[in-house]
Structure formats: C-alpha cells, structure tokens
C-alpha cells in the first residue's frame, strides 16, 4: 500500500515538471517576440523567405530554436532567455546603393555618382534600398547624416517607388540628400547608416559604401577676360600702326613720284633756259605749276583738271604764300612777250623749284 502512494506521487510530481516544461517554453516564445501570424520586419512574413529561411513562422521559430539550442538561454527552468539571431539583409534580399542607380531592384555601385564637383555645388546624392517583395513595405530608418570634411548636408528627402523585373516585384526606398561642396581636394561622401525595426526589439543595421569626390576650385575666367582684351586691344593697336604707317608709306611714295615728275619735267627745261623760246618757256613752267596746285588743292576745290587750275584765286585766298611775283612773270609771258635774258629765265626757274618744295640734287 505504501507502494502504490509512493509511485502515485512519482507520477504527479513528473506530470507537474513536464506540465512546469511546456509553460516555460511557451512562455521563452511569447518573451523572445516569436509569433505565427506576422514575424516579420513589419511585413507579411511570406516576405523574408529568403535561402536557408523558411518562410513565415517556422523560418524564425527556427532561428530563434537554433540560437536557444546550443547554451543556458533554453533551459528547461526558463531561468534564463536567448536572443532570436536576425537574418541578415542578404538572406532578406534587401540592398543598399550609394549614387545614382538604374532601374529598382539594381544591385548597382557608385560609379555612376558625381565624381567630381566645384566648390559652392549643391549636388543631389541619393542612396537606395531595394528588396523583392509581395505587396509589402519596410520600415527605414536613416540613423547618420551626410556631414564630412568638407562636405555639408543642407537637406535630405525620401521617395518610393515600384516596379517588376524578371517577373518578381522590386520596392525600393531612395533617400535624396542636398549636399554642398565647402572644400577642395579629393573629398569622401560618408557611408550612410539605416535601420529598419523588427517586432523582436531588435533592428536589423543597414550601411552603404563610402564615395570618392574630387572638388575643385571654381574656374576665374576674369584674368584670362582680362588678357584677351589687352591682347585684342594691343592687336588693334598694332594693326592701326601698321595701317597707318602703310598709308604713309604710300602718301610719301606717291608724293615722291610725283615730286620726281615735276623734278625730270623741270630738269629738261633748265637745259633749255638758253635756246628755248622766253614766252613758250616760261608757259610751259606755269603748266607745270598748275600740276602742282591741282595735285596740292585739287580735291578740296573739286577742280577736275590741271588746265583747270586758276593760279591767281588761289594767290588770292593766300593758298600759295609768296607766289605773287612768280605769276606776274607768267603774265609779261602771255601778254608783254618779247625776248628775255636766259638768266632771268634761270632765276624764274629757281624760284619755281623753290616755291614746288622741288629740290634739284636728289
């Protein structure tokens, strides 16, 4: 009899530890946050099937047994209790990108991120996280800013968007930060740090690749502005001078070949002082000073020829200072006639060289 009531208490006391078992596992599952509806990030858990997970709860429940299996956080008392092992954003399918990318789901790089910069830019720098999914969202959380050594973060927006390649839904989260360029020299845009919460307490820590930037110093067009219009005027300048001395190069030449005319012409009639005829010589040099008086006023008193040329108007409007007796001469010729001494026929030719500028020895 004592027997039976020593095995009868056997037999509760191994029905309460086994009963004591179960709640205490139960309890560690309610504690460690393992649910069978919804253990997620905060989305369906069909979302975070993933390789070497299983979706939904058994994916998690298998993770939080594996991390509980090996040491005293699964203890059958429930003194103590282990933390459930996260997934890691790869087994999650979940992607971070630095700079500019393509189309949602792009593993992507930075290569396509503005490389280099002037300083006082504002440069738009997006960051994007992307995960497959099945109608569902995640939670990001941006945990650092952009600030760096030269580098100043004015602003950051966010912006979400879908799409469907190779059949399964991309989502992706891109936040766009408003970064403006203080310093110069090869700058690094800092890796950004986001985490997204989980229902188990924890956050699962997401960080992107730092990015190279050279910043240079802003172009200062004012000295080489400056130069070129020196360089321009100095041109000008150089071209005037040219163009002046050219012309007077050719007043001089066309002067000289004229003066050279008149020089032969009155050469010839000096040879002639002693044999020519006084009247048609000294017509002949008042032709000859005609040309010079046409060549000299021609233009500016829109006298069309030579012949034309009235040498007493312009004695008259004191044209031709000094040429009054060399004229009186002309007319004894025209009007008095008569023969005249060869030397005063010379000296009539003198004063007409001297009255010309026409020198004799050249």
């Given at each position: 009899m004592k027997e039976k009531n020593v095995n009868s208490k056997t037999a509760k006391v191994k029905s309460k530890k086994s009963k004591t078992?179960?709640?205490?596992?139960?309890?560690?599952?309610?504690?460690?946050?393992?649910?069978?509806?919804?253990?997620?990030?905060?989305?369906?858990?069909?979302?975070?099937?993933?390789?070497?997970?299983?979706?939904?709860?058994?994916?998690?429940?298998?993770?939080?047994?594996?991390?509980?299996?090996?040491?005293?956080?699964?203890?059958?008392?429930?003194?103590?209790?282990?933390?459930p092992v996260l997934p890691t954003a790869e087994q999650l399918g979940i992607t971070i990108t630095a700079g500019n990318v393509g189309s949602a789901g792009d593993a992507g790089n930075a290569a396509n991120a503005p490389l280099s910069a002037t300083v006082g830019d504002t440069i738009n720098f997006p960051v994007t996280v992307s995960w497959s999914v099945n109608g569902s969202a995640i939670l990001v959380v941006p945990t650092s800013s952009a600030n760096a050594k030269g580098i100043l973060q004015l602003g950051v927006s966010q912006e979400s968007s879908r799409s469907v390649k190779d059949g399964k839904e991309m989502a992706q989260i891109t936040f766009n930060y408003k970064l403006v360029m203080q310093d110069t020299g090869n700058l690094n845009i800092p890796a950004m740090r986001f985490e997204i919460p989980t229902p188990m307490g924890q956050s699962l820590d997401l960080r992107s690749d730092s990015v190279p930037i050279r910043v240079d110093a802003p172009f200062n067009a004012?000295?080489?502005?400056?130069?070129?219009?020196?360089?321009?005027?100095?041109?000008?300048?150089?071209?005037?001078?040219?163009?002046?001395?050219?012309?007077?190069?050719?007043?001089?030449?066309?002067?000289?070949?004229?003066?050279?005319?008149?020089?032969?012409?009155?050469?010839?009639?000096?040879?002639?002082?002693?044999?020519?005829?006084?009247?048609?010589?000294?017509?002949?040099?008042?032709?000859?000073?005609?040309e010079y008086a046409f060549k000299k006023f021609g233009a500016a008193e829109g006298i069309a020829a030579a012949s034309a040329v009235n040498l007493d108007a312009l004695v008259a409007d004191g044209k031709l200072d000094g040429w009054k007796p060399l004229l009186e001469e002309f007319a004894h010729a025209r009007y008095g006639g008569g023969k005249r001494d060869s030397f005063e026929n010379k000296e009539t030719w003198k004063l007409a060289m001297s009255l010309m500028g026409v020198k004799e020895d050249e």
């Open positions: 078992k179960a709640e205490s596992a139960e309890t560690a599952a309610v504690k460690n946050g393992v649910q069978t509806e919804d253990t997620t990030l905060v989305v369906p858990a069909d979302s975070l099937s993933a390789p070497g997970l299983d979706a939904g709860s058994d994916g998690l429940e298998s993770a939080a047994d594996g991390s509980n299996a090996g040491g005293d956080a699964s203890s059958v008392d429930g003194d103590s209790e282990g933390m004012t000295p080489f502005i400056a130069g070129g219009a020196v360089g321009v005027c100095v041109l000008l300048a150089a071209l005037w001078r040219m163009r002046k001395r050219a012309n007077a190069r050719a007043v001089a030449a066309a002067k000289d070949a004229f003066e050279n005319a008149l020089r032969e012409k009155m050469m010839v009639l000096k040879q002639r002082v002693m044999v020519a005829d006084s009247r048609e010589w000294l017509l002949e040099i008042e032709g000859i000073c005609k």
